[in-house]
């Protein structure tokens, strides 16, 4: 398990682009036969990934950090496939999980374990992870039916259609709010005019990139933003006082998740785009 410490704004501007990537961006995901994780200090949050080709891979809790049994014991899980077929096993229960279905594991699961249907085209298994004050119970949600809708427009480069997975109106967590933007061809920004949300963290992961395409990631302070160049099925850590709001060289996807004392959507304070700098 790899460990991050965040910064706060003041500390953010001195950060040279080397010292921001240590400290927001993960580039380890998505490891066959692996289970990398990030733990942040960010509300706590755990990001990771889990490619099983040679067989299964379980999801374990990491002593040093959680002083847990099991992962699960004191948190929750968000879950989204974005590979082929297969199959995770929550209390030997099992669930089948196809393209983009996402599943979340409630507070209080003993075990976690990850399978491909076909290992020559292995599922990809993403999940971001809060600590969990109550028990909902484990939910699959089929990628057809996430609550989702269209936004922004072609003359703004930014049509996209939002899929919510976990949410208040959906499946219920205890502070877990999880779900995939895809942008339309032709478009290129996501989350402009960006805002910030003081109450709650993000996670970002970009995918579908094509190897000569990157995302430019914007974050920090309205009045004084950074940019960190991103390739494909990478994520980053948002602190709360940040924008995290991006340009891709082509259309692509990702998968937002947010921690913290509001699991509300709307509640965001909006940021215009001539108060950037």
């Not at 699959?140 to 003359?155: D, I, K, M, N, Y």
Request: aromatic share 10%; charged share 20%; proline share 6%.
């Amino acid at each position: 398990m790899n460990v991050r410490s965040s910064t706060d704004p003041r500390g953010f501007r001195s950060m040279t682009t080397t010292q921001l990537r240590e400290a927001f961006l993960i580039t380890s995901l998505f490891t066959p036969d692996d289970v990398p994780m990030v733990y942040s200090d960010i509300d706590r949050s755990i990001t990771g990934s889990a490619v099983p080709v040679a067989g299964t891979l379980e999801l374990k809790a990491s002593k040093k950090e959680m002083a847990a049994d099991s992962f699960a014991e004191r948190r929750e899980i968000g879950i989204i496939n974005i590979g082929q077929k297969g199959t995770i096993t929550v209390d030997g229960n099992d669930i089948a999980m196809v393209h983009r279905d996402g599943l979340y594991v409630g507070r209080g699961a003993k075990e976690v374990v990850f399978k491909s249907n076909d290992p020559t085209h292995p599922a990809r298994y993403y999940f971001v992870s809060y600590p969990a004050h109550a028990v909902y119970p484990t939910t699959h949600v089929r990628f057809s039916e996430t609550e989702h809708g269209p936004l922004g427009s072609q003359a703004d480069a930014n049509r996209r259609t939002i899929y919510k997975y976990f949410h208040p109106r959906g499946v219920k967590s205890c502070q877990l709010v999880m779900g995939l933007t895809e942008l339309e061809e032709g478009s290129v920004w996501n989350t402009m005019p960006p805002h910030t949300h003081q109450r709650r963290s993000e996670v970002y992961m970009y995918f579908n990139i094509p190897p000569t395409a990157a995302v430019f990631h914007m974050m920090g302070e309205p009045n004084e933003t950074r940019h960190m160049v991103m390739r494909n099925e990478q994520a980053i850590l948002n602190p709360s006082w940040s924008i995290h709001a991006g340009v891709g060289t082509c259309a692509y996807t990702f998968i937002w998740a947010m921690g913290g004392e509001n699991q509300v959507f709307e509640d965001m304070d909006g940021v215009k785009v001539e108060q950037l700098g």
